[in-house]
């Protein structure tokens, strides 16, 4: 599988969609109450949800598909600082993009998918003139973390991310490119 990534399409949206509901509660932490997680899910992981950032200007989604098309892993983007306003004086490289969601499907973890996921959005995001990109992650999430470090993100600080009322707290990370 080449993992390289391609522009969302309509069709995509509906697996997409599978997709995003499955992953996103590998990366909440463990204590982090089931209905928090399936509201969380149905306000922004729907395929409206999807629907709008594709038509958002300062949102893009992208995917990786297996050879035989199916979609196993996800990238959500935000434009610069707007994904958490908070952390703008912790990212240090401008412009920047930040990285709302980048998952893979777990059957697919430890396969390097992710690995080359990231080495085209890393393209891509070179080819665009940004100079960093930077995101946040549960400091719960040990596997993603372990990740971003060995691709060389770079811790900048902390923040706390509001999961249905929860609070949770993220470990920023930046990766200047
Ligand atoms: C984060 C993610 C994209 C990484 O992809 P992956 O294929 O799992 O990544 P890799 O296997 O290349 O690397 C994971 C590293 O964590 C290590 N690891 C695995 N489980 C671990 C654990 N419990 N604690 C610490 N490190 C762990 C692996 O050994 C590996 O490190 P190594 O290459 O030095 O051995 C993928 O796991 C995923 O989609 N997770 C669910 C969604 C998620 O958490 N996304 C990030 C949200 S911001």
């Known amino acids: 599988m080449t993992a390289r990534l391609d522009e969302v399409v309509e069709a995509d949206l509906r697996p997409l969609r599978e997709l995003a509901s499955r992953t996103f509660p590998l990366a909440c932490p463990p204590d982090l109450d089931a209905g928090v997680i399936v509201a969380f899910i149905s306000e922004h992981l729907s395929e409206e949800a999807f629907r709008a950032y594709m038509e958002s200007s300062d ?13 196993v892993g996800y990238v959500l983007l935000v434009e610069g600082t707007a994904m958490d306003p908070d952390c703008a004086s912790q990212v240090v490289h401008r412009p920047t993009t930040g990285i709302s969601k980048f998952y893979v499907d ?10 080359r996921m990231l080495d085209d959005l890393m393209a891509r995001s070179r080819q665009s003139g940004v100079r960093s990109v930077w995101l946040a992650t549960n400091v719960a999430n040990a596997r993603a973390r372990r990740f971003y ?10 923040r706390i991310f509001d ?3 929860v609070a949770n707290t993220d470990v920023v990370y930046e990766l200047p490119l």
């Open 163 to 165: 999961v249905g009322g």
């Open 106 to 115: 777990s059957e697919h973890h430890g396969s390097g998918v992710a690995s």
């Open 59 to 71: 949102h893009e989604v992208l995917v990786c598909r297996a050879d035989g098309g199916a979609i």
């Open 149 to 158: 470090v060995k691709h060389g993100f770079e811790p900048r600080g902390n």
